[in-house]
């Protein structure tokens, strides 16, 4: 288990804010990502977690551990912390083989050398690696030496591993590859993980929970499929995948179970509620995936949320046809099957069941902040007081 709590880290005397009263766990075991833009503070996080930066606020448990608190100067240092870390350079020593890569933390460590070549190895098995022990280091693809460095970083047994940006440096086919070699072996070790990326699909498949930064903050924290279909705000909603924001006005219960319904510009909408209870009466902003939105020529059986439209812009992108619809007015964009051969200027039918539009909470203003008052997820409590 890692716990960060109330992490703040200030650089240039305060004036650079680049963790702002961040607080999250990585449960024993399990995968947590930290995912968002440039600069959002994602590697300040982790190497304050490494111990690389001394942060300048807050408290930081490995499992049973205290390794930092600022109120009672505890600081326990990199090599006390029983990390293994992995950086987007690989940082692998071009004058040594393969073997001594891996092998240099346990050589420095004074291990005895039968258990160094046992450890090496095992380790080296372990990323698929083992015939090229004696291999020199730069005579290896990209993907190689990133494996090597996921050797070096697991051959001394860390309770947790930390990985930044590891498949930066590698072409999008390996980088496919090796984020699956790396959710494998992390599965397969059961080693408690925090990883940082900005590829919003790269975390959404690799993670148990993704924590989404912005400014120094987490502005979400949950399951790869709840922080799809259901974000916190706007900003999340757009920053992970493509998303249509539709404006509601009038929002008021439905008569199912739980949904709302209210005005949009395409026409009456009946949607879900996020788990914070939208509001009634005023106005929200609900999410609707391009996937989700469901376009035919013959009309749908369904009686709500169902309504005419016209196609204004078909692309053909291989798998899909993606498409901007004209409903009453409000621009559409959609994933239609390529089957459907839809034209541009036809008339069609589109659906979006109710339970694909989540309201996205209050951000009304769409000032992507995600503002509102914090509330305890089941998961990890402690992750919202960062979220707030
Ligand atoms: N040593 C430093 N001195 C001053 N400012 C710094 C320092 N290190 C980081 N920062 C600032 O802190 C903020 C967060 O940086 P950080 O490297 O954590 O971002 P990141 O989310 O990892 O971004 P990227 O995706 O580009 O790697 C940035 O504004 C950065 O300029
Ligand atoms: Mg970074």
Redesign the pocket.
């Known amino acids: 288990m890692i716990r960060v709590t109330g992490l703040v880290k200030e650089?240039?005397g305060g004036s650079?804010r680049?963790v702002d009263e961040v607080s999250f766990e990585v449960p024993t075991g399990e995968l947590v990502t930290l995912l968002?833009?440039?600069?959002?503070?994602?590697?300040?996080?982790l190497r304050c977690v490494a111990g690389l930066e001394e942060p300048t606020y807050g408290r930081i448990e490995i499992d049973d551990r205290v390794v930092f608190d600022a109120a009672r100067n505890i600081a326990v240092p990199p090599n006390k912390r029983r990390i293994g870390m992995v950086f987007q350079s690989y940082a692998i020593w071009p004058h040594m083989t393969v073997f001594g890569n891996v092998a240099y933390p346990l050589r420095t460590a004074k291990m005895k050398k039968r258990e160094i070549h046992e450890r090496v190895m095992a380790s080296l098995e372990l990323v698929g690696l083992a015939d090229l022990a004696p291999r020199g280091a730069p005579n290896l693809s990209g993907g190689q030496q990133q494996r090597v460095a996921l050797a070096r970083a697991l051959v001394a047994e860390p309770e947790v591993l930390l990985l930044d940006?590891p498949l930066s440096n590698l072409d999008a086919k390996l980088r496919e590859q090796m984020r699956q070699e790396i959710r494998e072996i992390q599965q397969r070790l059961g080693i408690t993980t925090l990883y940082?990326t900005?590829d919003q699909i790269e975390a959404l498949a690799i993670s148990d929970i993704v924590g989404v930064?912005s400014g120094?903050k987490i502005v979400d924290f949950g399951s790869p499929e709840r922080i799809y279909r259901a974000p916190k705000s706007r900003f999340v909603a757009q920053f992970i995948g493509v998303a249509n924001v539709i404006a509601v006005n009038d929002v008021r219960p439905a008569s199912e179970n739980g949904s709302l319904q209210g005005a949009t510009q395409m026409g009456s909408m009946s949607f879900h509620p996020d788990e914070a209870a939208t509001p009634t009466g005023g106005q929200t902003a609900v999410l609707v995936r391009l996937e989700d939105v469901e376009v035919s020529r013959e009309r749908p059986t369904a009686d709500r949320n169902v309504w005419r439209g016209r196609v204004i812009s078909v692309l053909f992108l291989g798998t899909h046809l993606d498409c901007i619809l004209d409903v009453n007015g409000h621009r559409l964009r959609a994933q239609a099957a390529r089957r459907t051969k839809l034209e541009v200027g036809e008339e069609v039918w589109v659906q979006i069941r109710p339970d694909h539009a989540t309201a996205l909470c209050d951000d009304v203003a769409g000032d992507g902040t995600g503002a509102r008052p914090a509330k305890p997820t089941q998961t990890v409590p402690s992750a919202v007081a960062g979220a707030a």
């Open positions: 650089f240039a650079v680049a968002g833009p440039s600069g959002c503070g994602k590697t300040t996080s940006e940082v900005h930064m120094g």
